[in-house]
Each structure stands twice: as C-alpha cells, then as structure tokens.
C-alpha cells in the first residue's frame, strides 16, 4: 500500500501559523478517526503530537492542533518557534492488510 | 517513567537473520500493544509490525513471511525475528508502545532510541 501523501517541505517565519496536510483513501484516513502526527527533531526518535485526528497529549504545546475532512488530515501549528523546525509524519490506522501506514514526511523549516 | 530500550542491531549479510530486542520499564507491559517502526537512512518512517498485549500479529506486506514479532510479558520484552534479510531491510527499527488494551485506537505514543540493522555483503 503507497504511503499517505504529505507536502515534502513547508516553511514559515517565527509567530506566523503553517498548515501541512496528509491525503490518504476511503481505506484510512475517511475510515477512521485514528490520525496521528509525529514530529521528528534529526538523529532524534519521533514524538507524538496529536492522536485520534485532533487530541494532544500531555505536554504537547496548545500551538499543535489537528483536523480531518473526508480523506485528508492537517496539523497546524501556530506562533512558529525555532524549536519546531524539524519532520513531521502523519499516520493512519487501515482497513487493508497492512495494520498502519505512514505518510512520506514534511520538512518544516523556521525562515 | 516510561523508557524502550532497544538492542540486537548488527551488521547483517543478505539472507541472515537477526533477532531484536526491546525491554520496556515504567509502565504495565502487559497491559499495551506494541509495535516495531522502521526508518531507512535519510527516509519516512514504515509501519513493520504489530502484537496485541493478548499476542494478536500482524506485519506490513513488505515484510510478512520474513519477520516474526513476539513478546514476553513476564519479562517486559518484545522481540522482532529477522529472517532471510535483504538490502532494503537496511535502517533504524524503533520499538513503540501503542495503545491500551482497553482503548480503541492507533497511535504510538512512546518510542525507544531505536537499532540499526544494516544489511550488506
């Protein structure tokens, strides 16, 4: 099964808001509320940041939240930081073989 | 706190096998579902495989056939059997602790500091 599709990079400057999104099909991301989103700092293990399409877990910032329409998820993050320069992944539960699927990644760059 | 501490990577030929290890602490073990996260050298991350905290599997086509994951609840363990290894095995296996039995839903919400499984001649 392809991987969900995410934009390979997206940028903004500090304290303006970006949005990146993740298509996935009916199988996935229109099935299920089961999206999450995991940011990943380099030679670093992921984090997660949203759960169940716009949950946050403790400690995560209220500047990351998340949103689904149909077969495709977002996660918006406000006020940029520096600290929030890193990849994103977005993942969806399945109604196919495969259990999980991961999107390809979006580098987010702090100008 | 909860910590996955992962271990067994190795250089690997084509066509071996290796077993990995992860040993959870912090948490009931137990009582979670867990899973194995791939990523190769400068790629996205990749789903690999899946045990129920009642032992129910499931693996990512890629890999189904080859891999066997496992777990030991006696020992906070999980474990991922690599057989018959190719080059495109090559890249960082993560540990990752899903969610509650009790729960319905698909997330991981902590990871070890993942292994490194290179494969080559």
């Known amino acids: 099964q392809s991987a969900l599709t995410q934009p390979a990079s997206v940028s903004g400057s500090p304290g303006q808001s970006i949005t990146i999104s993740c298509t996935g099909t009916?199988?996935?991301?229109?099935?299920?509320?089961?999206v999450s989103w995991y940011q990943q700092h380099p030679g670093k293990a992921p984090k997660l940041m949203i759960f169940?399409?716009?949950n946050r877990p403790s400690g995560v910032s209220y500047r990351f939240s998340g949103s689904k329409s149909g077969n495709t998820a977002s996660l918006t993050i406000s006020g940029l930081q520096a600290e929030d320069e890193a990849d994103y992944y977005c993942?969806?539960?399945?109604?196919?073989?495969?259990?999980?699927?991961f999107g390809g990644g979006t580098k987010l760059t702090v100008l | 706190d909860v910590e996955l501490v992962e271990s067994g990577g190795a250089l690997v030929q084509p066509g071996g096998s290796l077993r990995l290890s992860c040993i959870a602490s912090?948490?009931?073990?137990?009582?979670?579902?867990m899973n194995w996260v791939r990523q190769a050298p400068g790629k996205g991350l990749q789903w690999v495989s899946y045990?129920?905290?009642?032992?129910?599997?499931h693996y990512a086509d890629s890999v189904r056939g080859r891999f066997t994951i496992s777990r030991d609840n006696t020992e906070d363990s999980l474990y991922l059997q690599m057989n018959s290894l190719r080059a495109e095995d090559t890249a960082i296996y993560y540990c990752?602790?899903?969610?509650?039995?009790?729960?319905?839903?698909?997330?991981?919400?902590?990871w070890g500091q993942g292994t490194l499984v290179p494969v080559s001649s």
């Open positions: 990752a602790r899903g969610v509650n039995k009790n729960y319905a839903g698909w997330h991981f919400d902590y």
């Open positions: 912090g948490f009931t073990f137990s009582n979670y579902n």
């Open positions: 045990i129920s905290s009642a032992g129910t599997v």
């Open positions: 009916s199988s996935d991301i229109g099935a299920y509320k089961f």
């Open positions: 169940d399409v716009s």
């Open positions: 993942s969806s539960h399945t109604s196919t073989s495969t259990l999980g699927i």
